[in-house]
């Protein structure tokens, strides 16, 4: 702890908290650092564990009064590790309740929460809104950023369902944000990341999703140049109920996947559908006769289908997107290619995923990148530091081939830090001036920036 931090300040700051304060040393501290990336490794000075927005604020006057640079963890997912850093962190995991109201169909979300925990929320009346791909991502980082995931295509991207957010600023105040009040943070708020303030409370539309099916199908990688066209021609008039992607990964130890294909290279098709398995079988039923070489099909509760690709924590990660006008054969010759240069085995995904349907007519928010029908993700994960500069490598290489078919955009939660440039791309250069307009009447110092970063106007 720096010397400038007296230790009666720190009383101070803990007689009034509801939550927790751990400085090093504490129990519990080293625990509490530790981020999703595993390549990040952070000490703070103080890790604020809030309660309440009260909470929140008090950290927030504290690191100011105290010129420590702030940074904000929600589910702390962010492949940057934005969340942590070596001054104060705004920790909100206590912050994590969900309270449905069924016959409202909205859900209030505690800014701390995972997916899992609006998920298992919602599921039992048969109900869900646009979550990620991975149950772990925080709720909060997800929507700020715009939110992308498997019912995209049926109701939108996360920011599409959001009716209002519960806000705490740079100053201290707390404000209820939606279309009515502070309607112009709110618009930033779709997309604009956490460059306004504090989330502590979020909530959504949602929508009956009882359950969902989906299609596992396998090939081995020799088979993925002849398989992936035949995907993108589903997909180009799929019903908007149709989610997944189509992935190279390692093969798991699973029933379903053929025994050469397990803990090697693999290529895959998933489908996900917003409805029975009565139904999706039938619409399924095109790409079930390309030969592959093994799989599963399921109906499942929509909150099973958000763990079924969970990462595994504690591992290293590297990821970055390219978000694609077109998808013609000579990209599908490219990313088929750098398909060898993944880390295998690992927990690695080489993804291209469908957009358009809702997600593509949703409102007009900082998200440009919604207009692309097709994102390829790299997303590196891998345990072996050694591997590190071959996957960062081959996250490069792959944006770099695909770069010729990009719209420019990107979901800025798909990449880590690439600089001003790409996110300049991720919010729209025709919505700089008005998002920095924003920035500057809500955080005029730029506290809150350890993220992708606006500077205020």
Sequence with gaps: MAAALHSTLLTDLRAGFAGEVLAPGDGGYDQARVVFNAMIDRHPQLIAQCESPADVAAAIAFGREQELELAVRAGGHAVSGASVNDGL??????MNSVVVDPEARVARVGGGALMTDLDRATQPYGLATTGGRDSSTGVAGLTLGGGSGWLERKYGLTC??????????????????????????????????????????FTFRLHQVPSVSIAMLLWPPEAAPTVLPHYTDFMATAPEEVGGGFVYFTGPPEDFVPPGLVGRLAAAVLLT??????????????MLGYGHAGGMIA??????????????????NY?????????????????????????????SMHALFPMGGAAARGEDFPVPWRAAPWVVHPFGVWADPADDARGRQWAHDVCADLKPWSIGAVYLNFIGDEGAERVAAGLGTGNARRLAAVKSAYDPENLFHLNHNIVPA
Aim: proline share 7%; glycine share 8%.
């Design 160 to 201: 599409d369902n959001l009716l209002s957010v519960q806000l705490v600023t740079a100053d201290g105040e707390q404000l209820t944000v939606d279309e009515d009040r502070h309607p112009e943070l709110f618009w930033a708020l779709h997309g604009g990341g956490g460059n306004f303030g504090v989330a502590t409370e």
């Design 273 to 286: 559908y917003t409805g029975g398995e009565a139904e999706a079988r039938e619409v399924f039923r095109p």
């Design 299 to 316: 109906e499942l509760p929509y909150a099973e289908l958000q763990c079924m690709l969970d990462d595994p924590p504690g591992e290293r």
């Design 89 to 94: 962190v705004v920790d909100l995991r206590r």
């Design 319 to 347: 990821w970055s997107a390219e978000y694609l006008e077109e998808f013609p054969a000579p990209a599908a010759e490219r990313f088929c290619a750098r398909a060898a240069d993944m880390v295998v085995p690992s927990a």
